[in-house]
C-alpha cells in the first residue's frame, strides 16, 4: 500500500496564479479530507468528500478555493487567484469511514505564494 | 460543538526522562479519541486511540487512557528517546456518520541527547 499520495510536493507561485493540489488516497477508502496548516492557526478541515461527494465544506475560506473528487482515486484542491496568505502546507488524508477510523495523511504540499 | 485542549508548548526533555502531555476534550456522547504525531516533513499519522472510557491505548512505547470523569486523554512514555521529537495532536471523533475529526493545536516535543 503506497499510502496517501500527494503532489507537488512543493509550490511556488506568484501572487494571482492559478495554484491545483492534487491527491490519491488509499483504495478502497470512502473518505477524503484537505486540511490546511499553518502556524498561527493550526491544522484547519477545510473539506471532506464521502464516496466522491462533498459532505461538509464549511472550512474553505473563501470562494478562491475549490476542491473536487471526480472519482475514488483523484481529487483536487484548486486555489483561483492565489494570494500570499494561502501560504501553508496543504495535506489530504483519506479513511475507510470517519467514527474509530483513524486517517491516513499524505506528506502535504507545502504552497509559498509570492 | 466538539473540542479538544492541548497543554501549551513546546517541551523540551532530556532523553530517558518521563513525558506527560495534557489533554482535554469536551464533546457530546461518547467520542472516540486519538493521539497522532508528526513527524519532520511528514503528514501527521495514528499513534494510539480508544474507543470508550478506561481504555487504554499503547503503541510504540506510549500510553493514553481514556477518562471519561475528567474529560481527559493524557500521554505518557516512560522513557522518551530522541526520535520521539515530534509534534503531537490529541483528537477527537464524535459519534455518528460523517461525524469530524477534531484537531487540538498540537506541542511541539524535542527531546535532547
Known amino acids: 500500500d503506497a499510502g496517501v499520495i500527494q503532489s507537488p510536493r512543493h509550490e511556488v507561485t506568484e501572487m494571482g496564479q492559478e495554484v491545483t493540489l492534487r491527491c490519491k488516497p488509499i483504495s478502497g477508502h470512502d473518505y477524503l479530507f484537505w486540511y490546511r496548516q499553518t502556524m498561527m492557526r493550526g491544522l484547519e478541515l477545510l473539506i471532506y468528500?464521502?464516496?466522491?461527494?462533498?459532505?461538509?465544506d464549511s472550512g474553505m475560506p473563501e470562494d478562491r478555493f475549490s476542491a473536487k473528487m471526480p472519482n475514488a482515486s483523484f481529487s483536487t484542491l484548486k486555489i483561483q487567484p492565489s494570494e500570499p496568505r494561502d501560504s501553508a502546507v496543504y495535506f489530504c488524508?483519506?479513511?475507510?469511514?470517519?467514527?474509530?477510523?483513524?486517517?491516513?495523511f499524505g506528506n502535504g504540499t507545502r504552497l509559498t505564494v509570492t | 460543538g466538539d473540542s479538544v485542549t492541548q497543554m501549551e508548548g513546546p517541551v523540551t526533555l532530556s532523553e530517558e526522562a518521563f513525558l506527560t502531555i495534557n489533554c482535554t476534550y469536551t464533546?457530546?456522547?461518547?467520542?472516540?479519541l486519538f493521539w497522532y504525531v508528526q513527524y519532520p516533513g511528514e503528514g501527521l499519522q495514528l499513534l494510539l486511540k480508544a474507543t470508550k472510557a478506561d481504555d487504554k491505548g499503547s503503541n510504540k512505547g506510549f500510553e493514553a487512557t481514556y477518562r471519561k470523569e475528567t474529560t481527559s486523554f493524557h500521554l505518557e512514555k516512560g522513557s522518551v528517546q530522541v526520535s520521539d521529537s515530534a509534534v503531537y495532536f490529541c483528537a477527537l471523533s464524535g459519534v455518528g456518520a460523517n461525524s469530524k475529526l477534531t484537531f487540538g493545536k498540537g506541542i511541539t516535543l524535542s527531546v535532547r541527547p
Open positions: 468528500f464521502n464516496n466522491n461527494v462533498p459532505i461538509d
Open positions: 464533546a457530546t456522547g461518547y467520542p472516540s
Open positions: 488524508a483519506s479513511s475507510e469511514g470517519t467514527y474509530n477510523s483513524p486517517l491516513h
